[in-house]
């Protein structure tokens, strides 16, 4: 399979979150990808999710039934439990399957982070380039 060359950062779709052109830096340093989640309830349905994109209104809430913990380790060497949910992301127009860990992430540039787990075996990152799937998109 022919890797596709991506930059160091790029605008994204998430369909099943009703998420669209949503910026992310791509990090090789990140093992786990992760997204901005607003606030975080568990029910007795399961995990209900609002997801802002930082350029609009509150999102919808979605619900996923399945999901799960798992530890996240920060560049300072701090652990963070966080819950964990698949979902699609759309990159040059082809839907994948992408782990995503939720996290505030409000205070950063970027609301989602893609890392190394999701990267490998697809794409090869040249830092010199942005918004290569986002460009492709456009034409």
């Known amino acids: 399979m022919t890797k596709k060359i991506i930059g160091r ?15 992310c830096k791509i990090d090789t340093g ?3 990808s992760s997204i901005h989640c607003s606030n975080i309830t568990l029910t007795d349905q399961g995990l209900l999710c609002f997801f ?3 350029k609009t209104e509150k999102s919808e809430p979605v619900l996923f039934k399945e999901y799960s913990l798992t530890d996240v380790k920060s560049s ?9 949910i698949k979902t699609d992301v759309v990159f040059f127009g082809k839907t994948y399957k ?3 860990t939720l996290s505030t992430r409000s205070d950063m540039r970027f609301p989602v982070l893609i890392g190394r787990q999701f990267l490998k075996r697809k794409f090869l990152v040249d830092v010199d380039l942005q918004n290569q799937s986002f ?5």
């Open 30 to 32: 990140a093992y786990t």
């Open 76 to 84: 300072n060497g701090f652990v963070e439990n966080r819950y964990k």
């Open 52 to 54: 802002d994109d930082n």
């Open 98 to 100: 992408i782990n995503l």
């Open 9 to 23: 950062t790029d605008c994204i779709d998430f369909p099943k979150l009703n998420l669209l052109n949503i910026n």
């Open 135 to 139: 460009n492709k998109k456009v034409e």
